[in-house]
């Protein structure tokens, strides 16, 4: 039995009996390529017309591959239409509350199915309005990392627009220029700054660690350097899609613009999501852009 220091885990072929002595850190794997995309169903939401959303995101088990799984045969929804506004680019590891699918009020028990198949496995979501599955402002915000208390009541979403238009057109290798006009109540306004030189220390820990928070593309810790962030990511299309700058901070936390330069790799039929974050709530916005 081992009381302290490093526990030793001993793994041992079936063939041959090779063995490889590893401590704990090095016993969790990392594939930077080659795994699955399993999809979330994060939970559901009441809308005020008696509707209700029900929210996904998905676990990337890829340190370094975005799969890239078109709708149909290996993304799609059931039942209804198998297209409803899910991803089809997916970031590396996990990223919480992508996107939601409005049920009708008389939705019922029914479940609402996403299936995702990449790299050869197929995993399935499974959304229903079970009550323990309800979630509001104060459930997102501790799951994005921003305390699970004093969530405040009176949050707005914030407001985003894009210049030069949501349906462009690009001819490589050009590239594009978008304007995301933002504006905000202002709440729950930029994260206290560390003062003392144990909690500057504890800030570039918790940064520096591999943990969903800093593996979010769309992340409410950055947001809340001042307040308000806008957030680029490629959503839907084929190839590498680059932003530059991906994240940009509206100083003040209220308003202001953020530009950025996108390039692609590939032509065809691309949607970019522009996200305001206020680092508890995020107003999404998609660009179509088709690449000649």
């Known amino acids: 039995m081992f009381r302290g220091g490093l526990r030793f885990v001993l793994l041992c072929g079936a063939v041959g009996l ?18 699955n995309v399993a999809p979330v169903f994060e939970g559901w939401e009441r809308n005020p017309d008696g509707t209700f959303n029900m929210v996904f995101g998905y676990m990337n088990r890829n340190y370094r591959e ?3 799984a078109p709708v149909g045969a290996d993304n799609f929804f059931e039942p209804g239409p198998a297209d409803r506004g899910q991803p089809t680019r997916f970031y590396v590891r996990r990223q919480q509350f992508v996107f939601r699918v409005q049920v009708p009020a008389d939705w019922g ?21 079970w009550p323990a599955w309800e979630i509001d402002d104060g459930v997102i915000k501790a799951n994005r990392g921003m305390g699970a208390n004093g969530w405040p009541a009176d949050n707005r979403f914030p407001y985003i627009e894009v210049e030069p238009g949501t349906d462009l057109t690009v001819t490589l290798p050009d590239t594009l220029t978008l304007t995301a006009r933002v504006s905000d109540d202002g709440i729950p306004g ?3 700054k560390p003062t003392t030189p144990e909690r500057i220390a504890a800030l570039e820990l918790r940064r520096s660690r591999p943990h969903p928070i800093n593996q979010d593309v769309v992340n409410a810790f950055e947001a809340g350097e001042t307040g308000l962030a806008v957030t680029w990511t490629h959503y839907r299309g084929p190839g590498r899609v680059t932003f530059d700058p991906m994240v ?29 974050d206020d680092t508890i709530k995020v107003t999404p916005i998609l660009v179509t852009v088709t690449v000649d």
Not at 252 to 275: D, N, Q
Request: hydrophobic share 35%; aromatic share 4%.
């Open 109 to 129: 028990e029914k479940d609402l199915v996403w299936t995702v198949t990449s790299n050869g496995r197929t995993d399935r979501a499974v959304a229903s309005l």
């Open 66 to 68: 975005m799969p890239h």
């Open 190 to 192: 930029p994260r206290e």
């Open 248 to 276: 940009t901070h509206i100083e003040g936390g209220r308003g202001g613009e953020a530009v950025t330069t996108v390039t692609f790799s590939e032509r065809g039929t691309h949607v970019l999501r522009g996200h305001a």
């Open 18 to 35: 090779a063995c490889v002595v590893a401590s704990d850190a090095e016993a969790q794997l990392k594939f930077d390529r080659g795994q």
